[in-house]
């Protein structure tokens, strides 16, 4: 919203909101209990805190979300680092994925890779991107059986319409169990609104200086890239 009209509080709204989101780790990284257990409030919040704290150059935010990345008691609790991360923490027994949260590590590398000269994170985000989101794409329904008799919307064509969507993948499948939702549409706005995270930052330029951060194809009045 600052960006767009330059009101002086949303600005100071998103300082606030970064800083308790930040309060959710001890200074070295540790993710505290005070987090919760639904792992998309803590990885939305910290991909909304990353952008802020790049935008404004607080380097002293950014160097914790670094240590909350590296610490094995901070964000690797709850994800690999090939792309996939759990639904929830704490919870025994639950080792369902989700991909909101995955898009949203994609958008927290890519506004520290926009920060930082290491070229890691622009390489954390593509790792995150093939390896986590687009695998988990419906791509084939021809499992689910269509239902002759929909009584609403919600059950019409399924087969057909689920192509494209998203949802709650295991490391290296679409479904936990027998009864596990395969897709749901705010899971597949958090894909798509990564992906385009993704196309708008593969190639850069920033102050006369073309940048290729990820090695995806791509065609636009900077440079043309196949991969």
Known sequence: ?????GEQRALEIAH???LGTL?????DGEMLESAGTHIHSVTSALSGAAEYAAFTDDSEMLAKMERLYENPL???LIMTDFGWIKE???IPGQVQ????????MVSFCIALGKYSSDTKWFCRAETFMRGGVLPSQVLNSDFIKANENPVSDHTRDIPSRILGGYGFPM???HREHEGSPINTLDITQGANQSICRVIENIVTVEKGILSVNMLFSCDN????IIS
């Open 1 to 5: 919203y600052y960006k767009l009209t």
């Open 16 to 18: 606030n909101f970064a």
């Open 23 to 27: 309060d959710c780790f001890t200074d």
């Open 74 to 76: 901070g964000l690797p």
């Open 88 to 90: 929830q923490i704490r």
């Open 97 to 104: 994925g989700e991909v909101n949260q995955i898009g949203d």
């Open 171 to 173: 490391p290296a499948s």
């Open 221 to 224: 009045r900077c440079a043309k």
